[in-house]
């Protein structure tokens, strides 16, 4: 079983800014890209982000130019940059291990273990 371990997240005001991290096995088999998803009660997970090894992000409409995704390779950690946070981003929010650059997460086999973000008006 492949670990990843996320931190940050928390509560913040409609406006404000959160990072995200999640750190991941040196290698992973298969599965060079990371991804962030999130799932609010009520609805499917989402692809937010994602990124390859040497960069080229992918973002979410709803999220690009709001939100940005970054990898230390170095640290085996990929961040999840949140500003401009708005009540719609309220969520829990998920890394994950994925082999091509797709925001759907059947691309994705290793996950973390989640952690809440909520924004208030």
């Known amino acids: 079983q492949v670990q990843l371990v996320q931190s940050g997240g928390g509560s913040v005001q409609a406006g404000g800014s959160l990072n995200l991290s999640c750190v991941y096995p040196?290698?992973?088999?298969?599965?060079?890209?990371r991804g962030w998803f999130r799932q609010s009660p009520g609805t499917e997970r989402e692809g937010v982000a994602t990124?390859?090894?040497?960069?080229?992000?992918l973002y979410a409409d709803s999220v690009k130019g709001r939100f940005t995704i970054s990898r230390d390779n170095s640290k085996n950690t990929v961040y999840l940059l949140m500003n401009s946070l708005k009540p719609e981003d309220t969520a829990m929010y998920y890394c994950?291990?994925?082999?091509?650059?797709?925001?759907?997460?059947?691309?994705?086999?290793?996950w973390g273990q989640g952690t809440q973000v909520t924004v208030s008006s």
């Open positions: 994950a291990a994925g082999s091509a650059l797709s925001l759907s997460e059947s691309w994705y086999k290793d």
């Open positions: 990124i390859g090894l040497g960069g080229n992000p």
């Open positions: 040196a290698y992973i088999h298969g599965a060079t890209y």
